[in-house]
């Protein structure tokens, strides 16, 4: 199975400014016939269930505010906020896709500070 | 709109079973597969398997081989996932979730997810 390994595991950012959580996979999860990252990104709040916020390592779905950006290839990716709003914390996961099973990391907890 | 609704919470024993469904709705049941998600009480999320809702075909992850059942009944779209034996640590938010709309089983992201259903194995 592919490891995804999330950095760092909780972040503490005032508002307004940029917040940048990173994801590592084992092995690359770009598939060279198609140059596409097999890579989601999801946002989860306590009490709910996980919210998917990015796919194909960056591109937004729909509904997703600008401020949030995917970025990377190959074996590492970053999720970007550029501008911390209140109701931005939760903790946030990668998923990989490109092999079954398909497996996520462990979660980075976003906090205000 | 597409929506996921899940049973409510369950209580079991060690070794007994628990059975959770999943019904769909704002979409055609039979055009997308269902996965199955689980999180452990501060833990990341763990794929369990899946469920072809048009065929029953189904993939289980190695680790609940033998353990999970996958089924779906397609007149009331709804899918469930049954699993048997029982431990402590299958105490888990359970998810249900759909692939995603573009996306290319099983190479997929999932979305929209159920609400979840806590599954407590106590004795």
Request: hydrophobic share 30%.
């Amino acid at each position: 199975d592919i490891v995804m390994t999330q950095s760092p595991d909780s972040l503490a950012v005032s508002l307004g400014e940029r917040a940048t959580i990173n994801c590592k996979s084992s092995q690359s999860v770009l598939y060279s016939s198609n140059n596409k990252n097999y890579l989601a990104w999801y946002q989860q709040k306590p009490g709910q269930p996980p919210k998917l916020l990015i796919y194909w390592a960056s591109t937004r779905e729909s509904g997703v505010p600008d401020r949030f950006s995917g970025s990377g290839s190959g074996t590492d990716f970053t999720l970007t906020i550029s501008s911390l709003q209140a109701e931005d914390v939760a903790v946030y996961s990668c998923q990989q896709y490109y092999n079954t099973p398909a497996t996520f990391g462990q979660g980075t907890k976003l906090e205000i500070k | 709109q597409v929506q996921l609704v899940q049973s409510g919470a369950e209580v079991k024993k060690p070794g007994a079973s628990v059975k959770v469904s999943c019904k769909a709705s704002g979409y055609t049941f039979t055009a997308y597969y269902i996965y199955w998600v689980r999180q452990a009480p501060g833990q990341g999320l763990e794929w369990m398997g899946w469920i072809n809702p048009n065929s029953g075909g189904t993939n289980y992850a190695q680790n609940f081989q033998g353990r999970v059942t996958m089924t779906r009944d397609t007149a009331i779209s709804t899918a469930y996932m049954e699993l048997s034996r029982l431990r402590s640590d299958d105490t888990a938010v359970y998810y249900c979730a759909r692939e995603g709309e573009g996306a290319t089983h099983p190479y997929n992201w999932f979305v929209p997810w159920g609400q979840g259903t806590l599954v407590t194995v106590s004795s």
